[in-house]
């Protein structure tokens, strides 16, 4: 086991009705003003939106919105929520949304304190020195950016989707009420679970150090969303499986996985990431189709840890096996499997790879995943 520091200071407020104490929190911190961003109009349909806005108004706290931001998020409406940020003079940033709403607001945190262009900062030109304080209230429990400091945003116009990490931007808190997540759909409920395994394996199979509590960690991790995903296809109305669904999401990425188990890799995020970026499609869809065709190319590298997947999460005696199983559970569950089921044909696939070949140099995995061995890997897919 590696030496590792561990500090994470995101608050979690996890429970029914959390969303009603968003005013008095940020009230706390002494701030009367704040930028409130969210994704479509649901959130005033369903009632959420009455209630943030009302808990805001009793502590005296003003807001200007933003709207709209969709999934993928997109640097044209990050550049939108920088500039109202800064004409308006927010003093905070609150995230009403999923993942693609926390991110920009993330991002948006940052730029309102800089003056330079925020994708500087996505391809290594500029440091994040500083960034306003965020808040959030989950909708969506999947991509775990309540409880870390990176953000993930597409350059509409680069066709680029890439990642910031800073310590500055990790929420002050994170609201978890699981009973927001109950309109999720169940196509995206698959894609949620698919993001937080992902999540998950990402270290358990390619860092070169891995001790067995952080394997019997990720372990737990993926039985509990197989468990709880299956349990919610069936009946949504769940509350204890929705809860703990809605909880290990959070667990899968704020860092507790791989500490001392250093280096690890996200090649999956990395190939994704260009396929989301190029064709638009669901995150964690595009993770379905390429977590195991990259398995079928990676497993060789690190058998052992493999061969344990298989015996520990499906109870078969070989890699190939446990590949054959996670594959055909992502399709029981309604997520895609294959290039083609997405409708992007293997002719795309050299402009897939050369886009991630990019990513690939932007993260120091270019020695391994050369354009070459990416083509390779998708057409696995």
Known sequence: MVDFTYHNPTKIEFGKGKENIIGAEIANANITKVLLCYGSERIKTDGLYEKVTASLKAKGIAWVELSGIVSNPKLTKVNEGIALAKKEKVQAILAVGGGSVLDSAKTIAVGALHGNDVWDFFLGKATIEKALPIYAIMTLAATGSEMNGYAVVTNDAAAQKYHIYSEHIYPRLSILNPELTKS????????????????????YFTAADQPHFQSRMVESIIQTVMETTEILLKNPEDYNARAEFTWVATQALNGSTTAGTNPTGFPNHMIEHSLSALFNIAHGAGLAIVIPAWMTWFHTQNPAQFKRFAEKIFGKNNAEEGIVELKKWFAEIGAPVSLKEVSISADSIKAI?????????????????????????????
């Open 184 to 203: 999720v759909p169940n196509d995206y409920l698959a894609y949620s679970a698919v993001d937080i395994i992902a999540h998950v394996i990402e270290g």
């Open 353 to 381: 790879a050369e886009n991630a070949a990019q990513s690939a140099i932007r993260e120091g995995a270019s020695e391994l995943y050369t354009q070459k061995v990416i083509e390779a890997i998708l057409h696995n897919a």
